[in-house]
Each structure stands twice: as C-alpha cells, then as structure tokens.
C-alpha cells in the first residue's frame, strides 16, 4: 500500500573507438548546451545523494519537492487542518484528538488516514481509533512531553497483577489504543519520539511512583501493521501488542542509547497471536524483542498464550549498563530475541530467523523460573549469526523475580522443542550456556550447522545443565556431554553420558 522506490537498472553500454581530434571540438560546438545541462543534472544527483547519506547536512539546503503522501483511505487530513502547528513547542494533544474523534465517525466508509507533515510535533499520549492510518512523512517527529503530569494513569495489565515496577496504576503510552480493528502506522520513516531521557533519570534516581509507559502499545486489538516508521527513546518498552492477533511489524527502526535506557525493550509481544516482525533494525538499552505471556499467578489465570510468531531478517544490538552508574549494576542482563521471563501463558510455535546479533551481551535467550508455571515449546531459531557476543545461547530456568508473595513455586514451566540451526559468528566468548535444573528440565534441543569463532579459549564453553537432546553431524564448539550424537544421516553415533551433568560457569 505504501509507496517504494525501485532500484535503477544496470544497463550495459556499448562503446566504440572515436577519432578524438576530429569528433569531440564538432561535438563538443554543437552540443553545448547538452554538455551544461548534463553537468547540471550529474551535480544535482551527487547533492541528492549526499542529502540522503547525511540528513542534517545538506538536507538543510535541500529545496527539492516533499514527497507526496500517498492516500491509504478513502478520507485523509492533515493535522494542521485540526490546529496542529509543528513547532516543536506547541501542544498538539487536542489537534490529534480532534482528528481521530473525526475518523472515527468515517468507519462505514473505510475509516481515514491522518497525516503528520514534516516537523515536531509535540503532545501528550493520544488514543488512536479503529479504521485508522496514521502516517508520518518524511522529517516528521511526534514528539512525546516530558512532564508525566499529562501522562494519564490506567490500571494494571491484568497479567501482570499491578504495574510492572510499581503496585498500583500505571502511565499509559504515548500512542494507545484498546479493543480496536485495522490499525496501520506508516510513513516515509517518520518518526515517533518517546524522549524517554527524564524518565529514565527519574527512574534511576527513584523519584517515580508508578511504573513507566510504553512508546506505543495496542490491546486486545486486531489486524495491527506498523511499517516503515522509527520509533526512539521511549520512557519504557518500546512496541507493546498486548493480547493482539493479526500484527505485521515490518521495516521498522527503533532506537535507545544502549547504556542509561533502562528496560527500552524494542518489541515485547505480549500474549499475542499471528505475528510478523521482518526486515527491521533495532538498537536499545534492554532486549531488543521480548516474547511474554503474563507473569506467575497472574498470567497463569489470564491464559492467553503467545503463539505463531514469524521473527526474520533483523539486525539487533542489545546492552543494558554500563559500569559507571552503581544505580545500573541492578539491571538485568539483556539479550538480541528473548522469551520470558514473563511467558506464564505459554510461548509456542515461534520460529526466529536471518538474524544478526552484534555487540550484545546475550544473543537469544529463553528465561523463567518457578511459579511461571505453563510451557515454551516448538521454538526455532535458523540462520543465526553473532558478531561480539559475550554468550550466544541461553537457556535459564531460575530468574527469580515476581510479582508478590503470592506466586506458587511448585508452577514450574515445561521447557522442550527447541532447535538451533545455521548458527554462525566471530567473536563468542561463550556459544552456549543451557541452565535447566531438576525442577524445570530441558527436553528435546537440537543443534545442526554451528560454527562460532571464539575468544575465549577454555574448556566447558559450550554448557549444559539438566539437559536433553541431540547434535545432529559435527558442531563447533564441541557440544556439552549432555547430547546424544547423530551423524549427518540421522544414525546414532553416542547416546549421552548423563543428561543431569552440570559443567555451568558464570565466572567468565
């Protein structure tokens, strides 16, 4: 639906040997004006092409035509035709109300389109409509206020039992919506700003009583495209589709400083179903997507599952802190693609692929605990490379953090269907670190075309604990005891010496 720029062709040119003295002063008399127009046009393509290589440089002098927004509904408006002024001061909050109070009323006939031109445009969190599209042209920002005072309070994700940092209610998101149908933010790369820099302070230095809200979040909602946008320092999560079906996120940026932007997931599908994340780019202060599903007793009795997630074609960086803050030293480590550690609905049928990992701590990662209860199960991950990954692979099974005392510690999760293929990439101190225990064994992994440089060099770097399964042909690092081998044939070679051996070392 949205328009896209078609690659030039390469054509093959013919040349043919020219009698130089005798051609080019004729030529060169009679084409004059060819030859200038020619210049002319050969400079205007270098400054275009250094206006999109450098925005901010010479984009400042670009006077070249805006390009056109295309129409995606039978009705579309500007926001200035509500008032909006894209000054980067001005309080936008009633202009985009205005507009989506107007679409709303268009639903029988197809709903409307409502267009951010180039600009800043600062407001308070807004709520979007069904039937909606919300499009960002090109050098738009919609910018987030700072001041949580005009950041509504609502209550408690009912998976999660109260809000996710603090008891009680919690701030919504810039950009809501709830209960609503085919939703579609777009744009020529527009942007969506959380300015999440005060509330990350606020956050580290404690001066904040409810828990942080999400750039962006949709609930129990359905037929969701978010395409072509980037959205930045958001105040929390990122992308938050809570209890959604039928998402598409594709060609999607978001960023985060990787330090001092606590919790910045990029995407966290959340008890969600039907999903596609393709072709984006994601740099941020905590995991760069997180699948979760509700958490202990709370999710368990909510049970909604997260299920059928399509992840590919991605590049991802991942960091949490940076040893300069004391106040960071309590984080959690993150990770490039994880599941949990909220998944107390279950996590199934998600399969990850063509993914780059690069200058993260952790690659991709499966966590829980005791009392998440449920189950992660028919999980893929194919065509995988890290580049300067402190671990590739995590499996952990004791992130002890809940919501209360009333969680129950015989809810033990069932972690099993796991399979790794194509895994590639330089720089790993440890490829695999698989941590199950006797209480939440880990059934049924696989591993087949893995080779990972290393810079580490110790034995034991590819760790096991209390888990079961099989490497299928020759693997490097060379797998923990815990696997049965198979030739390339599938015939069994070894049968494992004990799958409870623990070779596990968090020392390096």
């Not at 130089?20 to 200038?36: D, G, Q």
């Not at 202009?95 to 031109?117: D, M, T, Y």
């Not at 509700?294 to 399509?310: E, K, V």
């Not at 200058?359 to 499966?366: D, E, G, P």
């Amino acid at each position: 639906m949205v328009e896209t720029i078609a690659s030039p062709l390469t054509s093959r040119f013919n040349y043919q040997r020219l009698d130089l003295k005798r051609c080019v002063p004729a030529f060169l008399s009679s084409h004059k004006i060819l030859f200038t127009l020619l210049w002319i046009a050969a400079f205007a393509s270098v400054f275009l092409w250094q206006r999109n290589a450098v925005r901010g440089g010479f984009a400042a002098f670009w006077l070249g035509p805006v390009r056109p927004i295309p129409k995606l509904r039978p009705v579309a408006f500007n926001l200035t035709d509500f008032g909006g002024v894209g000054d980067g001061v001005t309080l936008n909050t009633e202009a985009f109300e205005r507009a989506v109070s107007a679409i709303s009323k268009l639903a029988r006939r197809g709903g409307g389109q409502l267009n951010v031109p180039p600009g800043k445009w600062l407001t308070a969190p807004f709520n979007l409509t069904s039937h909606m599209t919300l499009f960002l042209a090109e050098d738009a920002v919609i910018l987030g206020i700072q001041d949580e005072k005009y950041w509504p309070l609502m209550p408690p994700l009912p998976s999660y039992g109260y809000g996710r940092e603090h008891p009680g209610p919690r701030y919504g998101s810039l950009i809501h919506g709830q209960n609503l149908r085919d939703i579609v933010i777009t744009g020529h790369n527009g942007t969506i700003d959380g300015q999440g820099q005060t509330w990350w302070k606020k956050y580290r230095q404690k001066l904040l009583n409810h828990t942080r809200g999400p750039l962006v979040q949709i609930m129990w909602s359905s037929d969701i495209v978010f395409m072509n946008i980037t959205l930045r320092n958001s105040p929390f999560w990122t992308l938050h589709p809570y209890d959604c079906k039928n998402v598409t996120i594709r060609n999607v940026t978001i960023l985060a400083p990787i330090f001092e932007a606590p919790n910045t997931d990029g995407i966290d599908p959340d008890s969600c179903e039907d999903m596609v994340i393709e072709d984006c780019y994601i740099s941020v202060g905590d995991d760069a997507i997180a699948i979760k599903s509700g958490w202990d007793q709370y999710g368990i009795a909510y049970g909604r599952p997260s299920t059928n997630i399509l992840i590919r074609n991605l590049v991802v960086r991942s960091m949490v802190r940076k040893a300069t803050d004391d106040s960071l030293m309590q984080l959690p480590i993150c990770a490039g693609i994880s599941i949990g550690s909220e998944m107390s609905g279950g996590v199934s049928s998600v399969t990850v692929e063509n993914l780059l990992v690069w200058s993260s701590r952790r690659a991709v990662r499966i966590k829980t605990a005791p009392g998440r209860g449920a189950y992660v199960r028919n999980i893929t991950y194919r065509n995988l490379t890290f580049d300067d990954v402190r671990v590739g692979i995590v499996i952990k099974t004791d992130y002890n953090e809940h919501p209360d005392e009333g969680y129950d510690p015989k809810a033990v999760p069932t972690l099993q269907d796991i399979s790794f293929s194509g895994i590639h990439g330089q720089g790993v101190r440890v490829p695999v670190r698989m941590h199950g225990s006797e209480e939440i064994p880990v059934r049924n992994v696989t591993f087949q075309d893995m080779s990972v440089g290393l810079t580490y060099k110790k034995k034991h770097i590819f760790q096991c604990a209390f888990v079961q399964g099989r490497v299928i042909g020759t693997i490097f690092p060379a797998p923990c005891e815990n696997l049965d081998r198979y030739d390339e044939q599938g015939k069994l070679v070894k049968l494992s010496v004990s799958q409870n051996i623990s070779d596990i070392d968090y020392d390096f």
